[in-house]
């Protein structure tokens, strides 16, 4: 059996990050007043980090054997925590704001970094991290976009955006590309409610109420959403819906698909020319209703659970609007229930 020595390791080499005996290298990392040079060695660097390894291969020693990097773009405070990783591949976040774990992240990414990278990404969407991520919604959101690995923010994302009234502010490439999502978490008649939303806001002169809406407003807004339109699914909603959310804007629709939505609600058989997408995926999470009857529950040995309170608990567990009787018995352990 082989045995792992991995915390003498670490300390060790942290040490000698802060002793830095035999560095090559110099970053020089922030900018002046604020910024900091640090001493370290390129076979660490670049052993552990990508990115050192193809900029130590394009830059050259100098004429005491040292190779000179800056990073103005980088935080000292932020590096700090990406060097002692690199050494020491360890990382605390307790004492650190969620603003800098977040500039931290993309740092990592350019750094291309990817274990720390879906750490930090993990850490953020945690249950306690949650709010900071919807007050910055606008920033978080367009940043990640842009990353191709930030996809557990990104999911994230996804799955909250529109519990954020910044939303509105997202550019429209961003709003596209969630609302093309299949596994949206969302019914299609509120999706149109938040890309209508959306929309107004790009044209804040707009009446409140549709009904006073001129053609002209009708054609500002149906120029705004031109683009995000045709990712909307009609042909998912329901009657009710098509007749209470898109009737009040029917001006925004070409004659040809409102004619194929209502057509496709009339006969569903019948074939149209229009492209029908797929209903999204939206998760349900729902318990098995019991199927292993006892003869009845007056016997649990509680002092403090009745009969009464048993038959309640069990019909919450399997979910039924109205409580359980002697008639309708759950499985209920008794141990769950002994005092």
């Known amino acids: 059996m082989m045995a792992k020595f991995y915390d003498r390791l670490s300390n060790d080499l942290t040490q000698l990050l802060e002793n830095p005996i035999d560095y090559n290298v110099t970053i020089e990392v922030g900018e002046a007043p604020d910024n900091q040079i640090f001493e370290v060695h390129s076979y660490i660097l670049q052993s552990r980090c990508s990115y050192f390894k193809k900029k130590f291969n394009e830059t050259s020693f100098n004429e005491n054997n040292v190779k000179v990097l800056k990073m103005t773009n980088i935080s000292v405070k932020v590096f700090n925590v990406i060097i002692k ?3 020491g591949g360890t990382i605390s976040l307790e004492n650190l704001e969620n603003s800098i774990i977040f500039d931290l992240l993309t740092s990592s990414h350019e750094l291309e970094l990817d274990e720390l990278v879906e750490h930090l990404q993990n850490h953020l969407v945690n249950t ?9 919604f606008a920033q978080v959101y367009q940043t990640c976009y842009q990353a191709e690995n930030f996809d557990i923010i990104q999911k994230f994302c996804n799955n909250t955006i529109f519990e954020s009234e910044k939303f509105i502010s997202l550019p429209e490439d961003a709003l596209i590309s969630i609302i093309k999502l299949d596994d949206l978490q969302l019914d299609e008649d509120k999706i149109w409610d938040y890309v209508i939303q959306w929309g107004k806001s790009k044209n804040p002169t707009l009446p409140a109420n549709p009904d006073e809406w001129t053609s002209d407003n ?12 045709p990712h909307v699914r009609y042909f998912n909603m329901s009657s009710e819906k098509v007749l209470e959310k898109l009737w009040p804007y029917l ?15 009339l006969t569903p058989e019948k074939q149209i020319s229009s492209t029908i997408l797929p209903p999204r995926k939206i998760l349900s999470a729902t318990l098995p209703t019991r199927t292993t009857p006892i003869p009845s529950i007056p016997s649990i040995p509680s002092n403090i659970i009745t009969n009464e309170h048993a038959l309640e608990l069990s019909s919450w567990i399997d979910r039924k609007e109205t409580t359980y009787t002697e008639n309708n018995p759950g499985k209920v352990q008794k141990s769950n229930f002994t005092s």
């Open 85 to 87: 990783y690199i050494y």
């Open 128 to 136: 306690n991290n949650t709010s900071w991520l919807k007050l910055n």
């Open 218 to 229: 009708f054609i500002a807004l149906k120029t705004t959403l031109k683009n995000c339109l």
């Open 251 to 265: 001006q925004l629709f070409e004659p040809k698909l409102w004619l194929e939505i209502n057509t496709k609600l």
